[in-house]
């Protein structure tokens, strides 16, 4: 399933259940945000968690992603693309491999 099928299958679920009047961009970022943490605490206590509450959260996490970028308007993959050509120059290879440092530290 490419991302324009699970776009369309995010606004079908959506539509069916007349949420949509509940999906402003506000209350997306913040459900982006909840799901994240609900992501992270699979991992708080540092033990291996199970695969597929992960895929769950980490499913929930990319859904509201989908509908904050279609709500304004903007493509998921375009956004994603042009965000890794800035940090190219951000982080050159020839400073930054094989460091987690800061492009303001390199």
Known sequence: MGT???LEQLRKFVAERDWEKFHTPENLAK???IEAAELL???QWGDEPDLQRVKEELADVL????HLADKIGVSPEEIILAKIKMNEGKYPVEKSKGKADKYDRL
Do not use: N
């Open 31 to 33: 459900s982006i945000s």
């Open 63 to 66: 859904a509201y992603c989908f």
């Open 41 to 43: 605490e699979l991992y």
């Open 4 to 6: 324009s099928e699970a």
